[in-house]
């Protein structure tokens, strides 16, 4: 069993409240891996910070998209809005820093699918249906 398996045996698709902050100590550790031999783990670590659908929570997730050009492309950009696109987007007009802007423009032309099929897809995807 590898270390994406073993996450999600031990938390789930959908975490518990309760592990919020170990799930983002872990996605923080990881995005400063630079010996991670894949992207997998830190894909999943992000989905599961995505779950808790807090806003803050999108600069974390933001920052392990652009960790290089392969994160920018497994980590999916849906990935950013667990809290929704507009109570995201009005997050990050509060904080009027680059990387806020950044993450706005990227955000502008997001097309996005919703929640339900974001977890519906991840489910499938982890084999969890």
């Not at 073993?6 to 409240?17: A, H, I, T, W």
């Not at 097309?111 to 974001?118: A, M, N």
Request: charge should be negative; proline fraction near 1%.
């Amino acid at each position: 069993m590898d270390r994406t398996e073993l996450l999600l045996e031990q938390y789930g698709l959908e975490p518990m409240r309760q592990h919020r902050d170990i799930l983002k100590e872990l996605l923080r550790s990881e995005s400063l891996n630079e010996e991670r031999e894949d992207n997998e783990y830190l894909k999943t670590l992000c989905i599961l910070v995505y779950t808790y659908g807090i806003a803050e929570d999108t600069l974390q997730i933001w920052k392990a998209k652009n960790i290089n050009f392969d994160t920018g492309c497994y980590i999916d950009g849906e990935l950013l809005i667990g809290a929704g696109l507009e109570e995201t987007i009005s997050y990050l007009r509060t904080l009027k820093t680059a990387e806020a802007e950044n993450e706005l423009d990227y955000l502008k032309k997001l097309k996005t699918i919703g929640r339900d099929k974001v977890l519906e897809f991840y489910r499938s995807y982890y084999g969890l249906s």
